[in-house]
């Protein structure tokens, strides 16, 4: 797939937009595996180490900090969407078969890429441009260990993606509120696709699970430098899980998680997006 190659190491916006189709021949084609180990960037969308804080709740009726909110979740997509290319490239294109598989992720990586439009085409409507505020690679170093597709499956939709699904449930409220419905209506078509997306990944554990529930199965092969609790956003959503194909006893398991690494955190220095992920 040419075009995954030019979303993942081409340094423009339009590159990492760019338009493909999806074509279930080609998918099946076996392609020798290729990664890279970091997204090709040009200066306006370059990694930085700059922090910047996530605006507060309630700072949100202010147009500013909306638009701000909205370049972070801009950020998430856009890491995603090289994530995604990236795992296709290196783990599935190899692979014979897998055409269900194949086209789910290929199918994600749109959505992603739709995602990152829907939030660039607002924040220019609020004043502000994507690059404007510092973007981290945070989501990019949590896959560097990552050397499976079950265990990319695990940290990435049951858990990053799941707690998406809170996130987007929880903010589209917030600008709901704010009478912000443009931005609201984004977040409620992010958390329509997401919940697919988790799906892709469940169904992919379910079928290689053998008879470990979901939840041990997720536990065993999810990565050490990723906690289960990043699994969850700020109010937990049990039906969203369920809608996501989740079922009962990983809902509740994951539900109750509380890990060492949440104690621990609260002493230590976090990282912006660590704060986000427990906002
Ligand atoms: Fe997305
Ligand atoms: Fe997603």
């Not at 916006?13 to 392609?31: M, P, R, V, Y």
């Not at 147009?63 to 890491?79: G, M, P, V, Y």
């Amino acid at each position: 797939m040419e075009e995954l190659r030019i979303i993942l190491e081409g340094e423009r916006l339009e590159d990492k937009l760019l338009d493909f189709e999806i074509n279930s021949t080609q998918a099946l084609k076996q392609q020798p595996t290729h990664s890279v180990l970091l997204p090709g960037r040009n200066s306006k969308i370059s990694f930085s180490e700059s922090q910047i804080k996530f605006p507060k709740s309630g700072s949100l009726n202010q147009e500013s900090q909306r638009a701000k909110a909205l370049h972070f979740f801009a950020n998430h997509e856009l890491l995603a969407l090289e994530i995604f290319a990236n795992f296709y490239l290196k783990f599935l294109a190899p692979l014979p078969g897998k055409r269900k598989l194949k086209m789910h992720v290929l199918q994600t990586i749109k959505e992603e890429q739709r995602h990152l439009s829907l939030y660039i085409e607002r924040m220019r409507q609020m004043g502000i441009d994507f690059g404007d505020y510092p973007l981290n690679d945070f989501f990019w170093r949590q896959f560097e260990k990552v050397k499976t597709i079950d265990t990319f499956f695990a940290a990435m939709s049951l858990t990053f993606e799941s707690a998406n699904l809170d996130f987007a449930f929880h903010y589209s409220n917030i600008f709901r509120s704010m009478g912000d419905t443009k931005s609201s209506e984004i977040l409620d078509i992010v958390l329509k696709d997401e919940l697919r997306h988790v799906k892709v990944g469940v169904n992919y554990l379910d079928e290689i699970r053998g008879g470990q529930t979901l939840w041990d199965f997720y536990s065993s092969k999810l990565p050490q430098n990723i906690s289960p609790s990043r699994g969850k956003g700020q109010i937990y959503k049990k039906n969203l899980r369920s809608l996501a194909g989740l079922d009962d006893h990983f809902i509740g398991m994951q539900s109750k998680y509380k890990s060492d690494f949440q104690v621990l955190n609260r002493k230590t220095k976090k990282t912006n997006e660590e704060t986000f992920h427990q906002l």
